[in-house]
């Protein structure tokens, strides 16, 4: 049997980072699996690519979520990358860290060395900060390349007015000092392509003879000796594929997100003994945290009809798109290179708010319903609103102890009522949005939550009608001590009770940050990088005083 270092379970974000710090000593030899194909169909790199990728199963695992208690009735569909880069390599390319007080929280809940001033060294050594920002926060000689949307549109700067105009500030780094207010968004993109944790940090690393990195090769359950995690069992080629087993002789490190790393500790005996033993699988070691806590980000999207101007609607159709075709073959700018929002703005649900609680986006388009990821053919903006750290929480558990079986995934969106207070905050600030002075001349109608809708209530209703993630699930494996019920890792992320086992990816979050979670699941891997090779972390950054949100 082949013998590695380590054995990296999913080649995403964090993999991608991990594999790249991993192997930068020569003798040290990484075998990375990876569930999907490689990374070489055109939608990945095309930005405008994402609207396909969405759905395209032979690089998507395209989940369906449960129905929950205010999703009415609906299963919202749960989009993850199975590719090089993982969901980096069919995500939306915002680069978004988070607040300092969600990472200080993370250490107040005992995780020590996971505050701001200790993770903010990682996410500058990451980047290559083109644009904006000063050097306490941003990075500029790192492989991530992070560039600030440069499409300007009469839409967006008329949203971003209307923003000023009700006392949202403009913000040139909303990833710098402080997050609230209004800007274009920041991007991992370079020269019009997407820049995955793949293209940023695995495929360099592949180039390295000690790095092995094996595509099509499902890993169906962790190979145990004892409390030890000794290597891995994976299908080559999927189901019914040839099923070969690799040894790790350090450690084993599952990167596979935040539905199928539970799902895989799960498969291999470690989680609840009830849930396992409902499914046959024999209690290895009982861990009840595993697959609980699950969080994401739960948005409305309000839509207003559009006059006087064209929008992308209307971009993306007949002659319009050859031109913008021909306009990215030779500039790589234009529609084909835009993301799937363009502006951003970071706000407070109540004057109370200490820090910005509600994120907005704002798109000059507008998605048919009920097939998300498909634009509309009438001209349409639309004003994406989410409360930033929600309270809800849900779980993902095996459906059965079948490898290939999708598992349940139940976020329980809006249960928590803070969280129903603060998404109606939300919509009902996304209409003062729409509707401010500067839109007005392009403004039809509100089509969605539509004029109807007036009291908190009705905004309730409308949001559990036609609410959907934004694809931020995380905290299923949490990172805690000991003695808390939930953590499944420890702040070193290896696994409680269990040796040469860590999980590294957006599952360890503790709670959900204010924040898409590309930027932070990349700063975990690059700290985590550190503690599995035992280096010294990097020196924590002398915060400026005035640096509070
Ligand atoms: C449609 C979409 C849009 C998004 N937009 C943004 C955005 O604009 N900005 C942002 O910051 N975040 C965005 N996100 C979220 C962000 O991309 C993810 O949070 C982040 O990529 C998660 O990284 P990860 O390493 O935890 O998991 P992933 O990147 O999902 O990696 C997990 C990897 O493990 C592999 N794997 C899983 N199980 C197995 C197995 N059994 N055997 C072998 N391999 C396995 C998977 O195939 C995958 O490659 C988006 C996500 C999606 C899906």
Same mark, same amino acid.
């Given at each position: 049997?082949?013998? !590695?270092?380590?054995?990296?379970?999913?080649?995403?974000?964090?993999?991608? #980072?991990? *594999?790249?710090?991993?192997?930068?000593?020569?003798?040290?030899?990484?075998?990375?699996?990876?569930?999907?194909?490689?990374?070489?169909?055109?939608?990945?790199?095309?930005?405008?690519? @994402?609207?396909? *990728?969405?759905?395209?199963?032979?690089?998507?695992?395209?989940?369906?979520?449960?129905?929950?208690?205010?999703?009415?009735?609906?299963?919202?569909?749960?989009?993850?990358?199975?590719? $090089?880069?993982?969901?980096?390599?069919?995500?939306?390319?915002?680069?978004?860290?988070?607040?300092?007080?969600? !990472?200080?929280?993370?250490?107040?809940?005992?995780?020590?060395?996971?505050?701001? +001033?200790?993770?903010?060294?990682?996410?500058?050594?990451?980047?290559?900060?083109?644009?904006?920002?000063?050097?306490? @926060?941003?990075? /500029?000689?790192?492989? $991530?390349?992070?560039?600030?949307?440069?499409?300007?549109?009469?839409?967006?700067?008329? @949203?971003?007015?209307?923003?000023?105009?009700? &006392?949202?500030?403009?913000?040139?780094?909303?990833?710098?000092?402080?997050?609230?207010?209004?800007?274009?968004?920041?991007?991992?993109?370079?020269?019009?392509?997407?820049?995955?944790?793949?293209?940023?940090?695995?495929?360099?690393?592949?180039? /390295?003879?000690?790095?092995?990195?094996?595509?099509?090769?499902?890993?169906?359950?962790?190979? @145990?000796?004892?409390? /030890?995690?000794?290597?891995?069992?994976?299908?080559?080629?999927?189901? &019914?594929?040839?099923? #070969?087993?690799?040894?790790?002789?350090?450690?084993?490190? $599952?990167?596979?997100?935040?539905?199928?790393?539970?799902?895989?500790?799960?498969?291999?005996?470690?989680?609840?003994?009830?849930? $396992?033993?409902?499914?046959?699988?024999?209690?290895?070691?009982?861990?009840?945290?595993?697959?609980?806590?699950?969080?994401?980000?739960?948005?409305?999207?309000?839509? %207003?009809?559009?006059?006087?101007?064209?929008?992308?609607?209307?971009?993306?159709? &007949?002659?319009?798109?050859?031109?913008?075709?021909?306009?990215?073959?030779?500039?790589?700018? &234009?529609?084909?290179?835009?993301?799937?929002?363009?502006?951003?703005?970071?706000?407070?649900?109540?004057?109370?708010?200490?820090?910005?609680?509600?994120?907005?986006? !704002?798109?000059?388009?507008?998605?048919?319903?009920? #097939?998300?990821?498909?634009?509309?053919?009438?001209?349409?903006?639309?004003? %994406?609103?989410?409360?930033?750290?929600?309270?809800?929480?849900?779980?993902?558990?095996?459906?059965?102890?079948?490898? !290939?079986?999708?598992?349940?995934?139940?976020?329980?969106?809006?249960?928590?009522?803070?969280?129903? /207070?603060?998404?109606?905050?939300?919509?009902?600030?996304?209409?003062?949005?729409?509707?401010?002075?500067?839109?007005?001349?392009?403004?039809?109608?509100?089509?969605?939550?539509?004029?109807?809708?007036?009291?908190?209530?009705?905004?309730?209703? +409308? %949001?559990?009608?036609?609410?959907?993630?934004?694809?931020?699930?995380?905290?299923?494996?949490?990172?805690?001590? %000991?003695?808390?019920?939930?953590?499944?890792?420890?702040?070193?992320?290896?696994?409680?009770?269990?040796?040469?086992?860590?999980?590294?990816?957006?599952?360890?979050?503790?709670?959900?940050?204010?924040?898409?979670?590309?930027?932070?699941?990349?700063?975990?891997?690059?700290?985590?990088?550190?503690?599995?090779?035992?280096?010294?972390?990097?020196?924590?950054?002398?915060?400026?005083?005035?640096?509070?949100?």
């Amino acid at each position: 049997m082949e013998t !590695f270092d380590y054995v990296i379970i999913g080649s995403g974000s964090a993999g991608s #980072v991990l *594999t790249h710090r991993l192997s930068e000593h020569a003798n040290t030899r990484v075998c990375v699996l990876e569930a999907g194909p490689r990374d070489w169909h055109p939608y990945i790199h095309l930005p405008a690519g @994402f609207i396909k *990728t969405f759905h395209m199963k032979s690089i998507n695992w395209a989940y369906q979520q449960e129905p929950g208690p205010y999703t009415g009735g609906r299963s919202i569909y749960a989009p993850r990358g199975k590719t $090089l880069g993982g969901s980096s390599s069919i995500n939306g390319h915002i680069y978004n860290r988070g607040q300092r007080q969600d !990472f200080d929280t993370w250490a107040q809940l005992g995780n020590r060395g996971w505050g701001y +001033a200790d993770v903010l060294p990682y996410f500058k050594r990451l980047e290559r900060r083109v644009g904006e920002g000063e050097d306490t @926060f941003r990075g /500029r000689d790192g492989n $991530l390349t992070v560039t600030t949307m440069d499409w300007k549109d009469p839409l967006c700067e008329a @949203f971003m007015e209307g923003a000023v105009s009700l &006392g949202i500030p403009r913000n040139f780094d909303y990833n710098g000092a402080i997050q609230e207010g209004v800007s274009y968004c920041q991007r991992t993109i370079e020269k019009g392509l997407r820049m995955s944790a793949a293209k940023a940090f695995l495929h360099p690393a592949r180039k /390295r003879p000690n790095v092995d990195v094996r595509t099509h090769a499902h890993v169906t359950n962790i190979i @145990f000796e004892g409390k /030890r995690a000794v290597g891995v069992r994976y299908l080559k080629g999927g189901r &019914g594929g040839t099923p #070969v087993e690799v040894r790790a002789s350090k450690e084993v490190i $599952l990167c596979g997100g935040t539905y199928n790393s539970p799902q895989l500790l799960q498969l291999s005996g470690v989680g609840s003994p009830e849930l $396992l033993k409902s499914h046959g699988i024999e209690v290895r070691h009982a861990l009840p945290g595993v697959g609980e806590g699950l969080q994401d980000h739960y948005a409305p999207r309000s839509v %207003a009809r559009v006059k006087n101007i064209r929008t992308i609607n209307e971009l993306r159709q &007949g002659w319009h798109l050859w031109m913008e075709a021909l306009k990215w073959a030779t500039t790589r700018r &234009g529609l084909l290179s835009l993301s799937p929002t363009m502006v951003y703005c970071f706000w407070h649900s109540g004057e109370t708010t200490e820090s910005s609680d509600l994120q907005l986006t !704002f798109t000059p388009a507008s998605y048919k319903e009920g #097939v998300q990821g498909q634009l509309e053919d009438q001209p349409g903006m639309t004003v %994406a609103s989410w409360q930033q750290r929600p309270e809800s929480r849900g779980y993902v558990r095996i459906r059965s102890n079948d490898p !290939f079986a999708p598992p349940i995934i139940q976020t329980n969106y809006l249960t928590a009522e803070l969280d129903r /207070r603060v998404v109606v905050a939300g919509m009902k600030l996304a209409r003062r949005l729409l509707k401010s002075a500067p839109l007005a001349p392009y403004y039809d109608y509100e089509d969605f939550p539509g004029p109807k809708v007036q009291s908190d209530e009705e905004f309730l209703v +409308a %949001a559990t009608q036609r609410g959907t993630t934004t694809f931020h699930p995380g905290c299923t494996c949490r990172m805690g001590p %000991a003695e808390s019920t939930w953590a499944v890792v420890d702040d070193q992320l290896r696994v409680h009770g269990l040796q040469g086992l860590r999980v590294i990816d957006a599952s360890i979050m503790p709670r959900m940050i204010s924040a898409n979670l590309n930027a932070s699941t990349m700063m975990i891997a690059d700290k985590a990088s550190d503690l599995v090779r035992g280096k010294a972390p990097m020196e924590a950054v002398r915060l400026p005083e005035a640096a509070v949100a």
